[in-house]
């Protein structure tokens, strides 16, 4: 895989974590130093960690799905791209501005395995398409880490900025689509 596809992919993960981050900065107003390092380093394991686990169980079931992998890695790849715009219209990002500091406790921990899911999907992906997994869950925990620092910085300077999380989110979704699709180019499934 060459590295301008990881980062594409890295960066289409990381809009998640850019979305929440934002809100989380908007909510806070104020950050300290230790919130920041608290969700940055959360976010950023927890994007390294799902592509392991992922890749972890594609190793068991390769050999069975040999001859359709490419459409499975496509059915992964859009499904985490519908699950981020669908994400990124719910309100549920509303409801999670509270009081209670979102970088501390239960409510980090929810919000790293929420932020994360679609690493899986990417995982295991990586794991029918035969690609290492180290090098890109580095690279991938790397960006969603760094993303999560510039998005509460960005959300605590300029407040509520719910359209650009929302953008970061579709385009995120979008980006993971046209990966799918050239997954299946690739493999020789699509006529053009």
């Excluded at 596809?5 to 289409?12: D, E, H, R, Y």
């Excluded at 029918?128 to 998005?151: E, N, R």
């Excluded at 959300?155 to 997954?183: C, D, K, P, Q, Y």
Aim: aromatic share 12%; net charge positive; proline share 2%.
């Amino acid at each position: 895989m060459s590295t301008f596809k990881l980062l594409v992919i890295a960066v289409a993960l990381a809009m998640d974590a850019f979305a929440v981050s934002v809100a989380v900065g908007t909510s806070l107003k104020k950050i300290s130093f230790r919130q920041i390092f608290r969700l940055s380093w959360h976010f950023g394991f927890f994007q390294a960690a799902m592509p392991v686990l992922g890749w972890c169980a594609g190793l068991t079931i390769r050999e069975q799905i040999e001859r359709y992998d490419h459409w499975i890695a496509f059915g992964l790849l859009a499904f985490a791209g519908t699950h981020m715009i669908r994400e990124a219209f719910s309100k549920e990002e509303e409801s999670k501005h509270g009081r209670k500091d979102p970088t501390k406790g239960a409510t980090l921990i929810m919000l790293s395995l929420a932020t994360s899911i679609d690493a899986l999907a990417i995982g295991l992906s990586l794991s029918l398409l035969k690609i290492s997994i180290w090098y890109p869950a580095f690279f991938i925990g790397i960006v969603a880490g760094l993303f999560t620092m510039a998005g509460m910085h960005i959300g605590s300077r300029l407040g509520s900025l719910t359209r650009i999380s929302h953008f970061g989110e579709v385009t995120g979704g979008i980006v993971l689509f046209l990966i799918a699709f050239n997954i299946l180019h690739e493999h020789g499934a699509l006529p053009f």
